[in-house]
């Protein structure tokens, strides 16, 4: 008589080495850069927006507001989605939809429409971070949990740099609608990666009950958590700023004393390769040091950042940004995958509640400190920094690991 071998040797995880944590690595890398290359496809032409369709700065950063805020409300809906088809058939029908969607988005006759866009394609979208952290803890061994997630994390770092960094250029030659053309055909090559690579779940279980019932159960369970929300708040508070900095910035590069073209202001996002690189070092300290004395000195690189732009020195502008960025993903890269270790129950609806305070807080002060430009870069700053100290002090008064 045979014995069920799943019976006998329960799921523990794809181990480091194993063709299924790399196929894991590799689709999720791939599903990150297609993500948030069209996420922010037009954050880098911002200027190019608000001159073709005539609008001030804060109304130009709403197509990148809405976009993320799409994607806030919808991570609820997507592991609601999940809980009842699984994680990776949930994030290839994301993948899937937004694929499309970024390919139409040039097409947008007008601003309205363009927004209405730019939101469909972020309720497409949070079905990827929705639910990519609560995949890898179900299916990569607990021991390789933390950095995985720091490469998924690298991973969008590396398609928010591209997905701005082509559109720049293509903007230049032939306005806004062809660079968001070339942002929308890199997220496309790279779903298509992800969609084929990303194999079937083996550690999902269907949740007991009613669907609704247990996606209730789960953001109810991690909302009574106060570690929880310490790190949903610091994802609003720092993301908030993280988003308003490069919404803005590119506007001031535009003007005195810089004066750049788009072309060349736009690859200011090359600084994102600070943060790919300190996703993945501050999940390796994370698990020798302890996630929170990490986390806070992310944060306070961060603050050290922020305070550098201040001067208009494009070389210290340009190296602030980089500190800035370097120390934001340090800390976003610790914080999503703590958020899914310390969830005991509703591990989904812990990482959807974390993208929903994170894309939040992109969408509210990513547009609301665009008022604050009108006295200038100082504004913006300075609206930064004291989200980032709030964050800090946050943080540090909730002692938890």
Not at 247 to 254: I, K, Q, V
Not at 296 to 323: H, Y
Request: hydrophobic letters at 50%; glycine letters at 12%; one cysteine or more.
């Amino acid at each position: 008589m045979s014995v069920d071998a799943s019976l006998t040797h329960p799921w523990v995880g794809h181990d480091a080495g194993s063709s299924g944590y790399r196929r894991i690595l590799i689709g999720l890398f791939a599903a990150g850069i297609a993500t948030f290359g069209q996420m922010y496809s037009t954050q880098g032409i911002l200027p190019t927006v608000a001159h073709a369709l005539e609008v001030n700065e804060a109304s130009a950063a709403l197509t990148v507001s809405t976009a993320t805020l799409g994607l806030a409300v919808s991570v609820l809906g997507w592991s609601w989605v999940a809980d009842r088809i699984g994680r990776a058939p949930a994030m290839k029908i994301a993948l899937s939809i937004s694929l499309v969607l970024g390919l139409l988005t040039p097409l947008a006759p007008g601003f309205t429409s363009l927004l209405v866009l730019r939101s469909l394609e972020g309720l497409a979208l949070g079905g990827v971070p929705a639910l990519a952290v609560a995949y890898l803890a179900e299916e990569i061994h607990v021991r390789h949990v933390s950095l995985a997630a720091a490469i998924y994390i690298s991973g969008t770092t590396v398609g928010g740099l591209l997905g701005r960094v082509i559109t720049g250029p293509f903007a230049d030659l032939g306005g806004w609608r062809l660079g968001v053309t070339a942002g929308g055909v890199l997220s496309a090559i790279a779903a298509i990666i992800a969609i084929t690579l990303i194999p079937r779940a083996q550690g999902w279980v269907r949740p007991v009950g009613r669907p609704t019932t247990s996606v209730r159960e789960g953001v109810l369970a991690n909302l009574r958590d106060p570690g929880m929300l310490v790190l949903y708040g610091q994802a609003a508070l720092l993301m908030g700023g993280f988003v308003a900095t490069y919404n803005y910035l590119g506007f001031r590069l535009e003007r005195e004393p810089f004066g750049l073209p788009v072309a060349i202001s736009s690859q200011i996002f090359f600084a994102y390769l600070g943060g790919t690189v300190s996703s993945s070092v501050a999940g390796r300290l994370a698990a020798t040091h302890g996630r929170r004395k990490v986390m806070l000195t992310c944060v306070v690189i961060t603050i050290v950042g922020v305070v550098m732009t201040f001067p208009d020195n494009l070389a210290m502008v340009l190296a602030g940004l980089f500190v800035l960025t370097t120390g934001f993903f340090g800390a976003h890269g610790v914080a999503s995958g703590w958020v899914g270790a310390r969830a005991r129950v509703g591990k989904a609806q812990a990482s959807a509640l974390y993208n929903l305070f994170y894309y939040g807080g992109s969408s509210l002060f990513g547009w609301l400190l665009g008022y604050a430009y009108v006295v200038g870069w100082w504004g913006v700053a300075t609206a930064v920094l004291v989200l980032a100290l709030t964050s800090l002090t946050w943080s540090w008064l909730a002692a938890h690991d």
